[in-house]
């Protein structure tokens, strides 16, 4: 089956523009999961979904970022007023529920670079 | 706060060697922990995940051990290829969703 999408595969923002990023899991994943990578930082938790609900956003490193997750499949995370520190990838990921063994499933990335 | 670090950060060896990539975590109380490969530009591959209850987990070449106790797990590749050339990484799940992430070990697997 097919795995899990992400779109765009890159875009290049001017700074201070507002980007959206789009995940498609794999169907029938109830648990969706938002991570960033980055030279400096590494792999970094942004937030995760079950179903429709956020139960820990901890890792959204300010206010100018939001996700949504409707009908329980698609996300989207949106960058608002960018900055060039948000230049990295963003990757997605799905899994069957988040709690237990389950095996969390990456997309191939969105790579965001803020000019 | 969970640390994860991973030893070495590059490793480079000649092809049919066997290897040992290490994962040491600061929060022993996990739920599970998990191996991915990473390739150049692409998303992470997941491995091996190990349940907090479980000692190893075996696929194919590979071989991931837990030490729970001692924050501690390894992956072990056994006759290494050319292709197994990639970024390995490491996560643990202390939470429902979260992973923690190491910073990575680069293989390079030479002909």
């Known amino acids: 089956g097919a795995g899990v999408s992400q779109s765009p595969s890159n875009k290049v923002t001017e700074k201070g523009k507002d980007v959206e990023l789009r995940c498609d899991p794999i169907?029938?994943?109830?648990?969706l999961y938002w991570y960033r990578q980055s030279l400096g930082q590494g792999l970094e938790f942004l937030i995760y979904?079950?179903?429709?609900?956020?139960?820990?956003k901890s890792g959204l490193p300010s206010d100018r970022f939001s996700a949504e997750r409707t009908g329980g499949s698609v996300s989207t995370l949106t960058i608002q007023r960018t900055q060039q520190e948000d230049s990295a990838v963003y990757l997605c990921?799905?899994?069957?529920?988040?709690?237990?063994?389950?095996?969390?499933?990456f997309g191939p990335g969105t790579r965001l670079t803020v000019l | 706060k969970q640390e994860v670090t991973q030893i070495p950060a590059a490793l480079s060896v000649p092809e049919g060697e066997n290897l040992v990539l290490n994962c040491s975590f600061t929060?022993?109380?996990?739920?599970?922990l998990q191996w991915f490969r990473q390739d150049p530009g692409k998303g992470l591959t997941s491995l091996l995940l190990?349940?907090?209850?479980?000692r190893e987990q075996t696929s194919g070449r590979l071989n991931a051990s837990l030490d729970k106790s001692s924050g501690r797990s390894t992956l072990y590749i056994a006759a290494s290829q050319p292709g197994d050339s990639a970024t390995y990484l490491c996560?643990?799940?202390?939470?429902?969703?979260?992973?923690?992430f190491g910073q990575g070990t680069i293989l390079t697997v030479h002909p």
């Open positions: 990921a799905s899994s069957l529920a988040a709690g237990g063994p389950n095996t969390q499933y």
């Open positions: 169907s029938g994943h109830t648990a």
């Open positions: 979904f079950q179903g429709n609900s956020a139960p820990d």
């Open positions: 929060d022993s109380a996990i739920y599970n």
């Open positions: 190990i349940q907090s209850s479980q």
């Open positions: 996560a643990v799940k202390i939470s429902y969703g979260k992973l923690t």
